[in-house]
């Protein structure tokens, strides 16, 4: 007999060689319930690795999402440290240009100083508002604690209490946060 001539008994059993007794046709009852109760257990472990799949796929999304945010935050304020510093410099020259005299205004020999020093100004606060810098506005409206920062009470008829009636400092915001807050005088009823 050649291998081509085996008996059909003989070719069945070589198929089944690598085939573990339980699996072939006709093994026994527990070995089907083995193998059933190992299915459903690698199909719970499978239905496991999913979930953590996805838990670990919005976690990496939601850093992601994140470091983006805190990258646009970071871009968006970075001058924050160095417009605080630059404030008091700001506050100094509106100081010169408010301290001069309308004499000297006038008069021909210092004009040139005083047009630089309000073009100087002018230039400082065209970059404050290029880079998200402006002013906060305080006189004539209520006194908002998240902007203004009462100095003093002032008694005033004129005004309804808690509005600011003058500035001592000027407040200023970088985009949506607050960078100083306005220094000011706050009405009051008169006595």
Partial sequence: MTENEKPLDQAAEDELKGVPEHMREGGD??????FGEALESLKRDLEAAKQEVLYAQAETQNVR????????????????????DILSVADNLARAVQAIPEGLRADESMKGLVIGLEAT????????????????????????????????????????????????????MIKDRLLRAAMVAVAKKPD
């Avoid at 009852?29 to 083995?34: K, T």
């Avoid at 999402?65 to 605080?84: I, N, P, Q, V």
């Fill in 65 to 84: 999402r994140r470091l983006e945010r805190e990258k646009d935050e970071a871009r968006a304020y970075a001058a924050t440290g160095f417009a605080r």
């Fill in 121 to 172: 100004q002018r230039e400082l606060e065209k970059v404050f508002a290029s880079h998200g810098i402006t002013r906060i506005a305080a006189v004539g409206l209520p006194l908002d604690p998240n902007q203004h920062q009462a100095m003093i009470e002032v008694p005033s008829a004129d005004h309804e209490p808690g509005t600011v009636v003058s500035e001592m400092q000027a407040g200023w």
């Fill in 29 to 34: 009852e527990d070995a089907s319930e083995g």
